[in-house]
């Protein structure tokens, strides 16, 4: 007798439609987790129409209004220059959506490439692959994307690159460590075993099954990389055009200003959060919905 | 068990080694010609000529790494362009501060994150766990440079308890013969100046050490919550052994392994959060250093730290693995 | 008194698809120094029986939501922590199948051990119960001495693990020892091994035995007695000879045509019940066999058979047994087999043959 006797779906079986809708279906079930996907999708929503409902102009300075707190004309207050918080606030979430998640898509990139790369280059291929993921995990995250935007500058795709290079190793070693254990796995050496083509096997079976992990630790791993983009904005390290609106920047401010307007980083912050706060719940109840096995 | 550790190491050696090229690459690489990216546009064609010959560029880039590797091993990290001072010195000065922080941050990290970990893990979904696993999510998500800020604001101006920048008061004079203050203060019987020292180690160690705590608080809670199904647990309860035994040397013996992993792993975030951590704090560290010198785009600065905590990254990764196998019989056989 | 008078237990599992009926109202009684064997295809409540006579099961997802467990006259249902506590270990003992999890993978041999003589209440240290375990060690016919206290449970092999396991369940000559597929997973030769050395020590210590069992080839030899279970209930108890002689119940006659003789060639096409037990999640409102049985009847369908005597310590819970005799003469014609139940999450196998396990 153990617990696994019951619980149903092994990470380890062929994705099927059931299986789908079983793990949509937990998902749903998830309250944390579907209150995550909807306040990110107002996030996303407002991002988007952002130009709409901001209700000024993020560049505008006024410096007659420099340092308002929160009122009914600005309801995140201004900043030294008079700007509108709240509109620059939502201006930069398509900056920070946009950044993260196209850093995640080049790590998941790179990561795919270098974990099949791994598995199927032969040995000496595979120690190579995994040394080099060692040594860029040995950079603590926000210093390697710091070494390399110092490298090739500063700006939205220098960014996007550098912060999706740091990401990369995890990938890497995710997709191999799945399609390791894949290829292992009972149901690949059933279907070897009646004769299926190496490469059906391996697209239409063993892929769609490593995506599982992969998606998981994306979810979760959009949280941080909007994080490290504000944290490398807030070094300094955002647009070089300083009237651009990006939530790092605007927390240098803030955090210099803390001690008389505490407005300034009270607003940009409490977005922050939320936004990370809502992705991860939603990571969480995707890892929890495909591998039920931690749960109570 | 020798022989594993043997081998762990060996594996290291490369990714050091890796580590090293990185750090080479960073500044010979550098798009352009590096010397005048290094020293900027308006250097003097005599100061631009003398770093190029010290860094060696006309030469093959084989010997340039082999003189650089050779350096590295007498301690010679280069100067740095704007003070001209030795950057292995400038290192060495900043250190204990970061390091004195970090620890701190780690050992509140952890101690907290163990015991919130199980706290959750006594009555999964329960409302205890409920709320920690709330905490344990905002601690995740919250990043240091907004609530660095806001630690600063509630008790450093609203309720005026704690100072919120520096790492002593400078009107006190103590000498600091190692830089580490906790250790300097105390070792010459200072505790005023101690207190003001642990007084300013507070809120920077607590807002670094956010991290660290809800990383280790979710791992141990899922950690224990396994352990506590498996069979050598029932076993014991069969035996008839004590609860409070059954908690310790069957639990949480077992579900330390993976919390042991995550630590490890954490140490990485945690020198990343310096950076941030001691630029809101105003701590005249390795982190702070570091961010002065990208905006000097002082390089070899850069390069050093960045390069320093790689390594003390992978060092603390070798510790933790052999720690692993130190606590898990099965690890050295395989 | 009897040792173990277990009336009408019940239990149920809360899981994430709903409640499973695991046990419902089973009755057993087993005497001081007896051997009793539950038999019965995977998932049909054995372990879960097992565990409740212990009170180990996982609460609070499974519950005991019915019935009383007298052992020694203690009802083992309502009993405080402290008397469980108190009773495992030192009374009620208990080994399980696969000795590969069920020992603690970070301990020494040792350390497991001493636990099951200190039980921890004022620490454990192997060194003021030495003699003792290398008198346990000695009984259990494992080689090695103090070494073997020094090892780890990655070492030794399933058959030297389960060793310990049972020098760890009888190092406080328990009154009741339940075995829960002990055997499961090792070899033919390594099972009649440790099926020997748990029947000599038992018998020596006068220690009653519930074995647990899917294998009704290993009951032959080692219980006097056996209990038939089928999807949460026990649907006949019969002395051994009586039950293999003649059986009753229409499961039972079905899982002896299923069992091989010991001579049977390997490769013979063994016998199958057609069909699969009912899903515990919603069971029948009848008899639960009623569906593969080629005996069933009208009121099979709407009401439960309850257990009824039938011979000398012969119960069974049947409505039909009027055609006992066709059923010694060999086997029944059969029906059409009914459409099969919908089984949604697997639980619960097709019983084929013997061997296959939980
Ligand atoms: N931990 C558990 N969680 C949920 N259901 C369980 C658990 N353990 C057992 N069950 C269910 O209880 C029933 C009885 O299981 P068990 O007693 O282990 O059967 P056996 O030991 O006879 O093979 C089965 O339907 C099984 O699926
Ligand atoms: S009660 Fe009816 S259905 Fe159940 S076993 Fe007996 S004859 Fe078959
Ligand atoms: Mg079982």
Not at chain 2, 68 to 94: C, H, W
Not at chain 3, 316 to 325: G, K, M
Request: aromatic share 6%; proline share 7%.
């Amino acid at each position: 007798m153990s617990a696994a006797d019951t619980t149903a779906a092994p990470a380890t079986r062929a994705p099927s439609n059931s299986y789908w809708r079983l793990v949509f279906r937990r998902l749903r079930r998830n309250r944390p987790a579907m209150a995550g996907l909807v306040c990110l999708v107002v996030v996303i929503l407002a991002a988007v129409t952002a130009p709409i409902i901001a209700p000024y102009d993020p560049m505008k300075v006024s410096l007659a209004d420099a340092y308002q707190s929160p009122n009914a004309a600005h309801l995140m207050g201004t900043d030294k220059l008079g700007r509108d918080i709240l509109s620059r606030v939502l201006w930069g979430s398509r900056n920070s959506l946009k950044t993260g998640f196209f850093a995640v898509l080049w790590g998941l990139a790179i990561g795919g490439v270098l974990g099949s790369l791994a598995l199927w280059g032969g040995r000496i291929v595979d120690a190579v692959v995994m040394r080099f993921t060692d040594v860029l995990l040995a950079f603590p995250g926000i210093l390697l994307a710091i070494g390399v935007i110092s490298w090739l500058g500063r700006g939205d795709v220098q960014m996007t690159l550098a912060v999706g290079l740091s990401l990369a190793p995890i990938f890497t070693r995710l997709l191999r460590a799945s399609l390791l254990s894949l290829q292992e796995s009972d149901f690949v050496l059933a279907l070897r075993s009646v004769g299926v083509p190496r490469r059906q096997i391996l697209f239409r079976h063993m892929l769609p099954n490593a995506l599982t992990p992969l998606i998981v630790q994306a979810t979760l791993q959009l949280g941080t990389t909007i994080l490290t983009v504000a944290g490398l904005g807030f070094l300094g390290l955002g647009p070089e055009d300083p009237r651009i609106p990006e939530w790092g920047t605007m927390l240098i401010e803030g955090a210099q200003m803390i001690q008389t307007f505490p407005h300034l980083v009270l607003g940009p912050g409490a977005c922050l959060v939320a936004i990370v706060v809502s992705v991860n719940l939603l990571g969480d109840g995707l890892r929890d919905a495909l591998d039920p096995r931690v749960r109570r | 068990m020798p022989r594993y550790i043997l081998r762990r190491l060996l594996v290291s050696i490369p990714v050091l080694f890796g580590v090293t090229l990185i750090a080479f690459a960073f500044v010979r690489l550098l798009p352009g010609d590096p010397a005048v990216t290094i020293l900027g546009e308006r250097a003097t064609p005599a100061a631009i000529e003398r770093l190029r010959t010290s860094l060696g560029l006309d030469r093959p880039i084989w010997q340039q790494y082999a003189e650089y590797m050779s350096n590295l091993l007498q301690g010679d990290l280069g100067n740095s362009t704007i003070t001209a001072a030795p950057v292995t010195k400038e290192l060495f000065s900043r250190f204990p501060a970061t390091l004195e922080l970090s620890i701190c941050a780690l050992l509140i990290g952890v101690t907290a994150g163990l015991w919130l970990g199980r706290a959750a893990a006594r009555r999964p979904g329960g409302g205890t766990d409920g709320g920690l696993t709330l905490l344990s999510l905002l601690g995740i998500s919250i990043p240091i440079f907004v609530l660095g800020p806001l630690l600063q604001y509630v008790f450093g101006v609203v309720l005026d308890w704690l100072p919120t920048s520096g790492r002593i008061n400078p009107r006190l004079f103590v000498s600091t013969p190692t830089g580490f203050l906790l250790w300097d203060t105390a070792s010459q019987g200072e505790w005023g100046a101690f207190r003001d020292v642990v007084a300013h180690l507070v809120l920077p160690s607590v807002t670094l050490s956010m991290m660290p705590m809800a990383m280790v608080a979710r791992m141990t809670r899922s950690s224990v919550i396994e352990v506590q199904r498996e069979d050598y647990v029932r076993t014991a309860r069969a035996k008839g052994v004590v609860p409070p035994r059954i908690a310790r040397r069957h639990v949480m013996r077992n579900a330390w392994l993976p919390v042991v992993t995550v630590i490890g792993l954490q140490v990485g975030a945690l020198l990343a959060g310096t950076v941030i951590t001691e630029t809101v704090f105003g701590w005249n560290g390795v982190g702070s250093l570091v961010v002065n010198a990208i905006n000097q785009r002082d390089y070899f600065v850069v390069q050093s730290a960045i390069l320093v905590f790689a390594v003390i990254f992978i060092v603390v990764n070798l510790l933790v693995d052999i720690s692993y196998a130190l606590l898990d019989p099965r690890i050295s056989y395989r | 008194m009897t040792l173990l008078e277990v009336e009408d237990l019940t239990v149920r599992i809360d899981t994430e698809f709903g409640t499973v009926h695991a046990v419902n109202g089973i009755s057993l009684s087993v005497e001081r120094g007896e051997t009793l064997a539950i038999v019965g295809e995977s998932g049909c409540g054995k372990s879960i029986t097992g565990l409740s006579l212990a009170r180990l099961l996982p609460e609070p997802a499974a519950r005991i939501a019915g019935g009383t467990i007298r052992f020694e006259g203690i009802d083992l249902v309502t009993a405080s922590p402290r008397t469980l506590a108190d009773l495992r270990g030192r009374d009620v003992a208990m080994i399980f199948q696969d000795p590969m999890s069920t020992l603690n993978p970070v301990l020494t041999i040792g350390e497991q051990m001493a636990e099951a003589l200190l039980r921890g209440n004022y620490g454990v240290s192997i060194r003021p119960v030495r003699d003792r375990l290398l008198e346990l060690l000695d009984m259990v016919g494992l080689p090695g001495g103090e070494a073997m206290l020094r090892r780890y449970p990655h070492q030794l092999s399933g058959g030297m693990r389960q060793r310990v396991m049972i020098a760890m369940a009888l190092a406080q000559k328990p009154r009741l020892l339940i075995a829960d597929e002990p055997t499961t997973g090792l070899d033919v030769t390594v099972e009649a091994q440790i099926l020997d050395l748990v029947g000599r020590l038992t018998e020596e210590s006068e220690t009653a035995v519930i074995l647990i069992t899917h294998d009704l080839g290993v009951v032959a030899g080692v219980s006097r007695r056996v209990a038939v279970m089928y999807c949460g209930t026990v649907i006949e108890t019969a002395p051994t000879d009586t039950l293999f002689d003649a059986p009753m119940h229409p499961y039972t006659v079905g899982l002896l045509h299923a069992t091989p003789s010991i001579d049977a060639d390997a490769d013979e096409d063994l016998l199958a019940i057609e069909g699969v037990p009912p899903n515990q999640l919603r069971p029948p409102a009848g008899c639960p066999f009623a569906p593969r049985c080629a005996w069933r009847q009208e009121r099979c369908w709407v009401e439960v058979p309850q257990p009824r005597a039938v011979g000398e310590q012969h119960q069974v819970a049947c409505h039909n047994t009027a055609t006992r005799e066709e059923a010694q003469q060999g086997r029944p014609a059969r029906l059409a087999p009914a459409p099969p139940p919908p089984n949604l999450f697997g639980i619960g196998e097709v019983v084929t043959f013997r061997g296959v396990s939980t």
